[in-house]
């Protein structure tokens, strides 16, 4: 049986990172989206730790990685990505980034280039989130909208926690949750602080990296897996911006949990090829 071991990463003076590794082979490094930990993985985790070194981060301000008041936005947390392959020694990686963890691979890749990358996954995040231009361009959503869940949500514990339900309910999972379920995934992302939850929404609905997107499509073998609900439009602004990324369809916003096996099958063929 293979054991997982926690670490923790030094990335600042007094400001380390809590780092899942496990399994062994070549190295697939997973980053959490949005106030999310490494327990949303659990389910690759358990698959990709057979035939593969398995990497999950808690980034900064995440999970069991220091609270910090500084560098919570994706500019630092690509710094710090950088400084936890380096500590541990990877080599020829496959980044897989979930939501605004994609951000942090694609500000990794804007830093340090590719001469450390194998192949890049990126689940269900555009590389820019905001654009006046919502009815053709691939958003979270529309201006008036994010500018509601900043000011009013993200500003009391209570408001982060309405806000997480009613994400999770209507965009992350596509079946009903169970009470207990539901509650396990809004504490997952109570753990970041929600003044520090605010500033990375800010950080990453103003991030813009479709240079970066499409560099790296050109660059290494790329993934790209979308959720049903934007399928169309996602497709069509992934195909503009990364042209030479493979896209999936899956599930909603949180398909690797949900549809874990559909999940695995497709990262795996990808791998494979």
């Known amino acids: 049986m293979t054991v997982s071991v926690g670490k923790y990463v030094e990335v600042d003076p007094g ?3 809590y780092v899942q590794d496990i399994g062994s082979g070549d ?27 398995v ?6 301000s995440h999970g069991r990685s220091s609270i910090t008041l500084q560098g919570n936005d994706y500019v630092t947390h690509g710094t710090d990505l950088a400084k936890v392959l380096d500590a541990l020694q990877l080599k020829n990686v496959t980044l897989a980034g979930w939501s605004f963890g994609c951000l942090t691979v694609w500000e990794y890749l804007k830093q340090n280039g590719y ?31 994010i500018g509601a869940i900043y000011n009013t949500y993200l500003r009391n514990p209570a ?37 520090i939850a ?20 050109e660059t290494v073998p790329t993934l790209t ?14 195909q503009k911006n ?21 999940f695995n099958k497709l990262v795996e063929k990808f791998l494979k090829a």
Do not use: C
């Open 15 to 17: 400001v380390e990172l």
């Open 27 to 53: 190295p697939i490094v997973f980053i959490p989206g949005f106030t999310f930990t490494t327990e949303v993985f659990t389910h690759q985790v358990e698959h990709f730790a057979k035939t593969n070194r």
């Open 55 to 60: 990497i999950v981060i808690d980034p900064r």
């Open 115 to 145: 001469d450390n990358v194998k192949s890049l996954i990126f689940i269900d995040m555009s590389p820019k989130a905001l654009s006046t231009n919502d009815v053709e361009d691939w958003v979270e959503g529309p201006l008036g909208d």
């Open 159 to 195: 408001g982060q926690r309405e806000f997480m339900k009613a994400y999770t309910t209507s965009v992350m999972v596509q079946r009903d949750v169970t009470e207990d379920e539901l509650n396990w995934l809004v504490e997952q992302s109570l753990k970041t602080p929600y003044y």
């Open 198 to 217: 605010a500033n990375l929404f800010a950080s990453g609905m103003f991030s813009d990296y479709r240079e970066e997107a499409n560099e790296a499509s």
């Open 225 to 238: 897996i979308v959720a049903d609900h934007w399928a169309d439009t996602a497709i069509a602004f992934t």
């Open 242 to 262: 990364s042209p030479k990324t493979s896209i999936e369809v899956l599930g909603g916003h949180l398909m690797f949990w949900e549809h874990s096996e559909k």
